[in-house]
């Protein structure tokens, strides 16, 4: 397993639950958490409610808001991680290096920062938001003042009456605006593009709510089943009927309306786009920051910095003593994907180069007993990541299953003509989406413009079409029978097995 995210540390409870307990997670960090470790800005919190935020067979009824803030959902798996015994598998300061697939071993030689080691079955949870993405500004670095990107904070550094610019207007971005307008001296918006924002219902759970979920647990479930459900009949309208969410348009300009009073900076702010084309941000502070006299919101992108000043695309000019990037991450262009090569010797970013693409979201062809959770086209515009997860996981639960079955030492290789064809499937669903034909540009698609991130569907239908592995989909490999006889192989069945190299010579 590589990471100890949400997918990661997912991923080991199932394995553990299937009775396979011979793995490790490889993460890069000196703790787990995964994105939630990392995301420490100040009002960092989850935009989807606790509830459905959070793994089915751990539920949390002590959640403390109906949108926990990060350091609860990062609290929240730590315990994960403890209740479920998976410390003793997990290598931290372990990142990945690189890793090849040996035909003749079937096996993955994996080099990480701690030594190498081989692994029958690789499952990649690096996930889509872990490396930040500071965009290629001329002059960046001769800028005097502090510079860091929204996912490596640095606390160390007072704001307190600072000339502040943040760079972005993503779901980090109308965060952290309204949680540092407050001390910044004057705080500069670079907005490219405007988001639609709607309010967020956040509200402490109260402690008859939490006494009720712990006493009664089926109530949980059923809170969160009616979270789920709305979200389920929502999709519809992102997916087939796009023109069905102009009415939510309508509550996003209201939403505006009450605190920007001012019709030219409403304009201002007022996307161009069909709702939910980019991610739907919810936030109940962020235009009463916006509407805060030490605020300016410079609509145009940053382009250059010239020493302290900081020159927009349309030439707006501003003094600042430090900025702030909220610019995301490389999603499309996954990080880790240079760092596998395949059973043909090429790297699974030299396979993706005209976009990620893989069977059920987990199997790339080429890449034989290797998994993403949270891979290509896993993604949701509107719900929880945590279901789509968790269905990655059953699919995994299956490969296991299925590769013990076939006896021996096995490999499955996802086979080339069955990933085009769920590819096939998913992108031509994908054309009347809002997330394509919305008329916005945004972080789900790739820079050939393909959309290989979202899921065009329901969470019950990809839970469906995760639910068992269709060999046919698959081209069984065999070790040639002089390797799988010779020593360094494990002998007996298959297994999700990870030993230090060393230790096996
Ligand atoms: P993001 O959504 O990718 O937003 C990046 C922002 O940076 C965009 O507004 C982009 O503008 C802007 N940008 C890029 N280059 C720029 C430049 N030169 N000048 C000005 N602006 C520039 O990143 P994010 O906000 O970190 O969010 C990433 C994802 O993380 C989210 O979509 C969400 O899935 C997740 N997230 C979730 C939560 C949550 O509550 N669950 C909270 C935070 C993040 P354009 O729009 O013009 O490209």
């Not at 080991?12 to 990392?38: K, P, Q, Y």
């Not at 006493?215 to 949980?220: D, I, N």
């Not at 034909?437 to 990809?462: H, I, K, M, Q």
Request: aromatic share 8%; proline share 6%; net charge positive.
């Amino acid at each position: 397993m590589i990471g100890s995210g949400f997918g990661g540390l997912g991923a080991a409870v199932r394995l553990r639950r299937e009775g396979i307990t011979d793995f490790v997670v490889l993460e890069r960090a000196g703790s787990v958490g995964g994105t939630w470790r990392d995301n420490s800005y100040p009002g960092c919190a989850c935009d989807v409610p606790s509830h459905l935020y959070s793994f089915s067979f751990a539920p949390n009824p002590e959640w403390p808001r109906t949108f926990s803030g990060q350091r609860h959902i990062r609290a929240y798996l730590e315990r994960v991680a403890d209740t479920f015994g998976l410390r003793p598998h997990i290598r931290l300061d372990h990142e990945v290096l690189s890793m090849r697939w040996n035909a003749d071993a079937l096996h993955w030689e994996i080099s990480t920062a701690r030594g190498g080691l081989t692994a029958d079955v690789v499952v990649s949870a690096t996930g889509p938001l872990s490396d930040p993405k500071i965009p290629d500004i001329p002059g960046l670095a001769g800028f005097p003042g502090k510079v860091f990107h929204s996912a490596r904070w640095d606390h160390g550094y007072d704001l307190r009456g600072k000339r502040v610019a943040v760079i972005g207007t993503g779901a980090s971005a109308i965060q952290i605006v309204p949680s540092i307008q407050p001390e910044a001296g004057a705080l500069t918006l670079f907005q490219r593009t405007p988001p639609w924002v709607l309010p967020r219902a956040d509200r402490a759970i109260t402690r008859a709510e939490r006494w009720l979920h712990s006493t009664f647990p089926a109530t949980g479930t059923m809170r969160r089943g009616l979270l789920w459900g709305i979200r389920e009949l929502q999709v519809s309208a992102f997916v087939k009927r796009p023109n069905e969410l102009g009415l939510v348009e309508t509550l996003a300009k209201r939403n505006m309306a009450r605190s920007i009073k001012d019709p030219a900076t409403r304009a201002k702010l007022t996307p161009d786009y069909r709702i939910g084309c980019k991610r739907i941000l919810l936030s109940s502070d962020y235009y009463p920051a916006l509407a805060a006299p030490n605020v300016d919101v410079v609509a145009s992108g940053l382009k250059e910095v010239r020493g302290a000043t900081l020159v927009a695309a349309d030439g707006t000019e501003t003094e600042a003593d430090a900025v702030i990037f909220g610019t995301g991450f490389h999603v499309t262009d996954m990080p880790i994907a240079e760092r596998v090569t395949g059973a043909d010797g090429t790297t699974l970013a030299e396979e993706w180069k005209d976009g990620m693409a893989a069977l059920r979201g987990a199997s790339a062809a080429g890449f034989p007993n290797f998994m993403t959770i949270i891979g290509p086209n896993t993604g949701l515009g509107n719900s929880s990541m945590i279901l789509m997860i968790e269905s990655q996981l059953n699919y995994l639960a299956d490969f296991m299953r299925q590769l013990t079955t076939l006896g021996g030492r096995a490999a499955l290789d996802a086979r080339p003509r069955a990933v085009a064809a769920w590819n096939h499937k998913v992108q031509s669903r994908m054309e009347r989406t809002v997330w394509n034909s919305g008329g916005c540009d945004s972080w789900y698609l790739d820079a050939n413009g393909r959309n290989t991130t979202v899921w065009p569907g329901t969470t019950s239908e990809f839970r469906r079409a995760t639910r068992h592995v269709d060999l046919a989909e698959y081209e069984v490999l065999r070790a040639p029978a002089r390797t799988a006889e010779g020593p360094g192989v494990r002998a007996g069945g298959m297994d999700a097995g990870v030993a230090d190299a060393g230790a096996r010579s």
